[in-house]
């Protein structure tokens, strides 16, 4: 077990209401983004955005509110570890392609074996929205800057080292790789997305870095991002 990960004084059933409350919340969101969508013109990509801010701004927020606030642990104990960042970078570039490729890979083998064609990914929806470079930069923004920090924070930084404390380091990466894939809300992909989480998880047991996952997770959905474009838009 890594050391350098706190054993939290924070509950999993603070990260569970967490979860939960930060979903209804988005649902609300959604709605409202609809209303404003058919009412008043407002374009789908402006409201996805600053939905996503404000769901990023929750998931990273609430951590250190419940942490650092209610329980007098430090940035550090959430992995924000001094120094941290730059000596982040090559491990993280080396993880998140090869968190890509297994997650492609397992995503062929699905296909293979249960042969449907599957809805496009929200992103891939999101990115058949952009009529313009600006766009597509917000949606660039929104897979490889904001959805990181903020997933990374909440379900490794925050909830892992409850669950581990918990459970164990087995079971506090495989309970946290699922319910990190369930809040992507696509089951034809669970798995192959609950196995990019369990190995985001382990790479944060290993270093207790957060940032080593933010760029993980960035570059992982990077090169997602990229094929995408390049599949489904072409040159913008």
């Known amino acids: 077990m890594n050391e350098n990960i706190v054993r939290p004084r924070w509950k999993?059933?603070?990260?569970?209401?967490?979860?939960?409350?930060?979903?209804a919340i988005m649902f609300g969101v959604g709605y409202i983004g609809e209303f404003l969508a058919n009412n008043?013109?407002?374009?789908?990509?402006?409201?996805?955005?600053?939905?996503?801010?404000?769901?990023?701004?929750?998931?990273?927020?609430?951590?250190i509110f419940i942490a650092v606030k209610g329980y007098g642990h430090f940035l550090s104990d959430l992995g924000f570890i001094p120094g941290g960042f730059f000596r982040a970078?090559?491990?993280?570039?080396?993880?998140?392609?090869?968190?890509f490729f297994l997650v492609m890979i397992l995503g062929m083998i699905i296909t293979i074996i249960h042969p449907v064609e599957p809805d496009?990914?929200?992103?891939?929806?999101?990115?058949?929205?952009?009529?313009?470079?600006w766009e597509l930069l917000l949606t660039v923004v929104m897979g490889?800057?904001?959805?990181?920090?903020?997933?990374?924070?909440?379900?490794?930084?925050?909830?892992?080292?409850a669950l581990r404390a918990r459970l164990g380091v087995p079971g506090g990466i495989v309970l946290c790789a699922l319910l990190f894939s369930g809040m992507h809300f696509d089951l034809y992909r669970l798995l192959p997305i609950a196995a990019g989480g369990a190995g985001l998880t382990y790479l944060y047991e290993r270093t207790g870095n957060i940032w080593t996952n933010i760029?993980?997770?960035a570059v992982w959905n990077g090169v997602m991002i990229a094929l995408i474009v390049g599949a489904y838009r072409g040159m913008v």
């Open 120 to 133: 496009l990914q929200d992103f891939a929806k999101i990115i058949l929205m952009v009529d313009s470079f």
């Open 215 to 217: 760029i993980a997770h």
């Open 40 to 63: 008043i013109g407002l374009k789908n990509l402006t409201i996805i955005f600053s939905a996503t801010v404000l769901q990023t701004f929750l998931l990273v927020a609430i951590p």
């Open 144 to 161: 490889v800057v904001l959805a990181p920090i903020g997933e990374e924070v909440f379900f490794r930084g925050f909830l892992y080292p």
């Open 89 to 99: 970078f090559p491990k993280g570039i080396k993880w998140g392609l090869s968190l």
């Open 12 to 23: 999993v059933w603070e990260g569970i209401i967490a979860i939960i409350g930060i979903l």
